[in-house]
């Protein structure tokens, strides 16, 4: 107890005191009533005792305040940029715009602008396939083949490799007649190799409208080699497909027929739309080129060099090739 609260105490003792000699009973209670608590005494104790009580008490710190801290706005985290190689599955292209549309004059293609423009009539007759371009059906226009697109330093003039085509077309078939000038015929290979040889190729987009601006192949580009026959020009001709990947291998439905020259080889086939997934009619458009490779090496299979009617065509490149419109019949 602190001194100031003990001389507090003391005095308020002594006062009591003092008060309590003042009022000692003169006579006896009266028997049987309880005694009254003295509540001058009890208040001084109770004053006393809290105050001890106050004294000792451990003190309780201040309450601590929790530290404010500025709420910080939280900040967007940017998704990660994907350094993943996108699939080789095609991405959707821009579709042609309402003026390449009228000017490809039907949905079903684009415009000559990605290359040289074929035009293929439609045959009431079909033409037999011996490579001797003797029937009416192809009195009409011849497009070159004289673009080298391929082993330039191979070829040794136009004699050495070049050509003309024709292209026309019926409800089943698309019809090739090739005029090639090759001062040395040779084709020992087949199969997929068969482009190793002297042979003629052709490209075909068959839904320009849908990827006309698609720089890569997809699924509706085509790659189809046909060769004129082994040791020479002949019957024996073989065609294989090499793209779509999913439908590559030799395909017997593609009927063709060669014959010698003086110069080179005629080579006239017939090709079944259904390969192509075509439904052809009159004013459709597909992207298209007509291509000859050659070599010169007996003893090799090799393609050497390679002429086209699209003198841009690259192989991957839908875009460099040309278009070909079916017409009704001429």
């Given at each position: 107890m602190t001194s100031r609260i003990r001389k507090n105490a003391i005095v308020l003792l002594a006062i009591m005191l003092v008060?309590?000699?003042?009022?000692?009973?003169?006579?006896?209670?009266?028997s049987g009533s309880p005694p009254t608590p003295d509540l001058t005494i009890t208040a001084l104790f109770e004053f006393i005792t809290t105050a001890q009580s106050a004294q000792t008490a451990t003190p309780m710190p201040p309450t601590q305040q929790p530290a404010v801290q500025a709420s910080a706005t939280p900040s967007v985290t940017p998704p990660p940029t994907s350094t993943t190689a996108p699939t080789a599955l095609p991405t959707d292209t821009q579709e042609p715009t309402d003026t390449e549309e009228s000017a490809s004059g039907s949905s079903g293609g684009g415009t000559s602008q990605r290359g040289p423009d074929v035009v293929?009539?439609?045959?009431?007759?079909?033409?037999?396939?011996?490579?001797?371009?003797?029937?009416?059906?192809?009195?009409?226009d011849?497009?070159?083949?004289?673009n080298v697109v391929y082993g330039d330093d191979h070829l040794g003039g136009s004699a050495d490799l070049s050509g003309t085509v024709m292209v026309g077309w019926d409800d089943n078939y698309l019809y090739i007649a090739a005029r090639v000038r090759d001062d040395h015929y040779v084709q020992n290979a087949s199969g997929k190799n068969l482009f190793k040889g002297d042979s003629i190729e052709i490209m075909l987009d068959a839904n320009l409208s849908r990827d006309f601006y698609r720089r890569s192949l997809d699924g509706d580009d085509y790659q189809l080699g046909i060769s004129p026959g082994k040791s020479e020009p002949s019957e024996d001709t073989e065609a294989y497909l090499w793209y779509p990947k999913s439908k590559d291998g030799t395909y017997d439905n593609v009927k063709a027929a060669a014959v010698p020259t003086d110069d080179g080889y005629r080579l006239e086939a017939k090709i079944p739309w259904s390969i192509f997934g075509i439904n052809p009619d009159v004013g459709k458009h597909y992207g298209?080129?007509?291509?000859i490779s050659d070599n010169d090496k007996s003893g090799d299979n090799v393609q050497q060099s390679m002429v086209?009617?699209?003198?841009?065509?690259?192989?991957?490149?839908?875009?460099?090739?040309?278009?070909?419109?079916?017409?009704?019949h001429q």
């Open positions: 008060a309590t000699a003042c009022n000692l009973p003169a006579s006896v209670a009266p293929a009539y439609y045959f009431q007759e079909e033409p037999t396939i011996d490579g001797e371009f003797d029937e009416d059906v192809w009195d009409q011849r497009y070159d083949v004289d298209f080129a007509f291509s086209s009617n699209a003198p841009n065509r690259h192989l991957t490149d839908p875009t460099t090739w040309g278009d070909l419109t079916l017409e009704g």
